[in-house]
């Protein structure tokens, strides 16, 4: 499975960007995929998730309300809708997929495979 994060660019806070996630050598029909990213000099932390079949969607208490994960399995795609973006939002962001399961959890651990990131810059 590999996946290919795009998207990412530069934008001014209070401004919006689509990223997203395309899978190639398998379909991600039976996969649940998240997002996550990693600020200059901090940990990577997690977004987001969306399970298989769009069953359950995740999101962590700081993307409430502002991002919007979605999918579309005729494309292979994974989408994260980010709307009224704020500085601390800067961060290479990632996409991730694991096989299997009805619901998500926005846990890198249980995620095999990576994409390499796209990053995303807010200005203030």
């Known amino acids: 499975v590999q996946l290919q994060a795009s998207g990412g660019g530069l934008v001014q806070a209070g401004g919006s960007l689509r990223l997203s996630c395309a899978a190639s050598?398998?379909?991600?029909?039976?996969?649940?995929v998240a997002w996550f990213r990693q600020a200059p000099g901090r940990e990577r932390e997690g977004v987001s998730c969306?399970?298989?079949?769009?069953?359950?969607?995740e999101y962590e208490d700081p993307v409430k309300g502002r991002f919007t994960i979605s999918r579309d399995d005729a494309k292979n795609t994974v989408y994260l809708q980010m709307n009224n973006l704020k500085p601390h939002d800067t961060a290479v962001y990632y996409c991730?997929?694991?096989?299997?399961?009805?619901?998500?959890?926005?846990?890198?651990?249980?995620?095999?495979?990576w994409g390499q990131g796209t990053l995303v810059t807010v200005s203030s």
């Open positions: 969306i399970s298989s079949k769009d069953i359950s969607r």
């Open positions: 991730a997929t694991r096989y299997g399961s009805s619901w998500c959890r926005i846990v890198q651990e249980e995620y095999r495979y």
């Open positions: 050598g398998t379909s991600l029909d039976d996969y649940a």
